[in-house]
C-alpha cells in the first residue's frame, strides 16, 4: 500500500494543530526543565555538591566524526548504490543520497578500531546532503545511526559487551546480494560479531530493503538480522536501554524539543494518552514532574520518535514485525533521541535467529497516532523479504 493512501489531510492537519496548540508548546518548553529526572546520572551536567563534583567528572565524548558529503549524484532514475570500496555504501533514489551503510573496520590506530568497531546506517536529509543521525563520537559515542547489539551476550558461558562493545567488534566481510529498481533495492551485508580473541561467534546476514514512497518520507527500510551462532550457543541479553535495535538521531538534537509517541495501550501511567506527542515525563500526586525510566506495557508493535535539529523537524518510527521474539521492551524517552526495542534471544549453536523490523523516517510535523498504526498495519501485510539475488 502506498504512503499517499495513508495519509489522509485531515489527519496531517489534525497532527500539525496536535504540534502547534499551546498545551504542547508548554510541554516543549517545560522539557528543559524536565531533563535531568529524564537523563540517566551519567548525563547530569551539575552535580550536587563540589565534592561530588570532584568525585565524578563530567562525562566526557570523542568529538563527532562528520559523515563525507555524499559525490556527484546518479542521473538514473529508481533507487541505485554508490560504493566507496571498504569505507561506505551510498544509497541513492532518484539522484538523492537517501542512506548510508557505514562498513569499515580498520583497526589500523586506536582512533580508527574505535570509528569502524560496527557497521551501521546513516540516514540523510531531504536534500541527500547531510545525515540526521549519529556516527562515531559525541554523546554515547557506541549510539551510531539505526545499529544491533546487546549489552550482554553470553557465549559458551562467557558475557561481552556488543552493545559499548567493549567484548569485541561486529566486522563486515563481504556483500553477499544487492539489487536495486525504480521502486525498491535491497543489499545483503555479511557480518561476523567476533570477541577480543577475533574469535567469530555470530554470522550475521544484515539486510537493508529500501522502498520509494512519497513525502515526507526520507526513507522507508525494513532491516532483517539473520542471527547464526557458531561454535556455541549464545544468549542475547540486556536491558531497553542497552540492547536490541534502536535509532540514534545527530548528536546535535534539540533536546528541549525531542517529543514520543507510542500506540494508546503503552502510554505510561500518568501522562495524557490523547495527546499523542510530547516529551516523555509524568506529574506525580505530588505535583512533581519525573522523566520515565520505562515503559512497562511489553510487545507494544511501535514507537516513534519527532526532534529538532538545525531548526527543522525530523520525525522516525520503528516497528517490530510480530515473528520477533516476544516480551519486547521498548526505550522511547531519552531527549538526545536514542530509542527502540529490547527483545531477548537464545540461538542454539548452528541455528539462526531471524530478527525483522521496519524504519519510517521523515521531513516536517510528525503524523498522527492513527497514521503511525497504519504504517505498522501495512508492515504485517507485507511479506517478510527474502535476501536480494
Known amino acids: 500500500m502506498r504512503l499517499c493512501r495513508l ?12 504540534f502547534a496548540s499551546p498545551a504542547l508548546a508548554g510541554e516543549s518548553a517545560r522539557a528543559a526543565t524536565s531533563a535531568a ?46 560504493d566507496t570500496p571498504g569505507e561506505y555504501l551510498d544509497a541513492y533514489l532518484d539522484g538523492r543520497a537517501a542512506a548510508r551503510y557505514m562498513y569499515a573496520n580498520d583497526t589500523s590506530t586506536p582512533q580508527k578500531a574505535h570509528e569502524t568497531y560496527k557497521p551501521f546506517l546513516h540516514v540523510f536529509d531531504a536534500e541527500g546532503k547531510s ?22 551476550l553470553a557465549v559458551g558461558g562467557t558475557r561481552c559487551d556488543m552493545w559499548g562493545m567493549g567484548g569485541g567488534r561486529q566486522e563486515h566481510k563481504k556483500f553477499i546480494a544487492q539489487s536495486a529498481g525504480p521502486d525498491q533495492a535491497a543489499v545483503t551485508s555479511l557480518v561476523a560479531w567476533n570477541l577480543k580473541d577475533d574469535k567469530t561467534v555470530i554470522e550475521e546476514e544484515r539486510t537493508f530493503t529500501f522502498h520509494r514512497r512519497p513525502a515526507p518520507t ?45 500506540p494508546r495501550e503503552g502510554v505510561p501511567q500518568g501522562m ?36 529538532s535539529l538545525g531548526g527543522k523537524r ?29 527483545q531477548k534471544g537464545e540461538i542454539k549453536a548452528g541455528q539462526t535467529l531471524t530478527l525483522r523490523h521496519r524504519f519510517w523516517v521523515g521531513a516536517g510535523d510528525p503524523p498522527s497516532r492513527a497514521v503511525l498504526q497504519k504504517q505498522c498495519d501495512e508492515f504485517a501485510r507485507a511479506p517478510a523479504a527474502s535476501a536480494p539475488k
Open 7 to 18: 495519509i489522509a489531510p485531515a489527519a496531517i492537519a489534525a497532527a500539525c494543530a496536535l
Open 37 to 82: 529526572a529524564t537523563a540517566p546520572a551519567a548525563e547530569k551536567s551539575a552535580a550536587p555538591a563540589a565534592k561530588t563534583a570532584a568525585e565524578k567528572p563530567a562525562r566526557t565524548e570523542p568529538p563527532v566524526v562528520p559523515a563525507p558529503p555524499p559525490g556527484p549524484a546518479p542521473s538514473a532514475a529508481g533507487f541505485c548504490f554508490k
Open 131 to 152: 545525515t540526521i543521525t549519529k556516527g562515531a563520537g559525541g554523546y554515547y559515542t557506541h549510539h551510531r545511526g539505526i545499529f544491533i547489539g546487546w549489552t550482554r
Open 218 to 262: 526520507l526513507l522507508l527500510v525494513d532491516v532483517t538480522s539473520k542471527l547464526k551462532a557458531l561454535a556455541d550457543d549464545v544468549i542475547l541479553d540486556g536491558d531497553p536501554e542497552h540492547a536490541g535495535v534502536h535509532y540514534r538521531p545527530a548528536n546535535e538534537v534539540d533536546r528541549a524539543a525531542t517529543h514520543y509517541c507510542l
Open 272 to 307: 495524557d494518552a490523547a495527546a499523542e506527542w510530547g516529551p516523555m515525563s509524568v506529574t506525580t500526586l505530588e505535583g512533581k514532574r519525573t522523566g520515565v525510566t520505562r515503559i512497562p506495557q511489553a510487545d507494544l508493535p511501535w514507537a516513534a520518535i519527532s526532534y
Open 314 to 342: 525530523y520525525f522516525a518510527q520503528e516497528i517490530s514485525a510480530s515473528g520477533n521474539p516476544p516480551g519486547g521492551i521498548w526505550s522511547a524517552y531519552r531527549d538526545y533521541g536514542r530509542f527502540g526495542v529490547f
